[in-house]
């Protein structure tokens, strides 16, 4: 069993910073590709960033140079950084992950909310 647990939610004025962490945890052999998506309210679900176990990034048109994705395989942790927030990036924000159990198996957290306000 893998369970992924985000942090690092919550409220943010407009062009402000916030960092949100993803932790994976459980019988994991390898950890592939991670990724963080949002799903803004009466909206899809949409990709943000991915990274890589090599550390190669991408990012969504709308978060590119304000957003930043990492990782830290030895904690099997993925971070987004999030600068120059806009009221747009308004959502709930899911750590996803590609993990290597007994086989390849795909992985969602339950969501941390992100708000950015004045």
């Known amino acids: 069993q893998v369970q992924l647990v985000e942090s690092g939610g919550g409220l943010v004025q407009p062009g402000g910073s916030l960092r949100l962490s993803c932790a994976a945890s459980?019988?994991?052999?390898?950890?592939?590709?991670m990724a963080w998506y949002r799903q803004a309210p009466g909206k899809q679900r949409e990709l943000v960033a991915t990274?890589?176990?090599?550390?190669?990034?991408n990012y969504a048109d709308s978060v590119k140079g304000r957003f930043a994705i990492s990782r830290d395989n030895a904690k099997n942790t993925v971070y987004l950084q999030m600068n120059s927030a806009k009221p747009e990036d308004t959502a709930v924000y899911y750590c996803?992950?590609?993990?290597?159990?007994?086989?390849?198996?795909?992985?969602w957290g339950e969501g941390t909310l992100v708000t950015v306000s004045s």
């Open positions: 996803n992950a590609r993990v290597f159990t007994k086989n390849w198996g795909n992985y």
């Open positions: 459980g019988s994991i052999f390898s950890i592939n590709m």
């Open positions: 990274i890589t176990s090599g550390g190669s990034t």
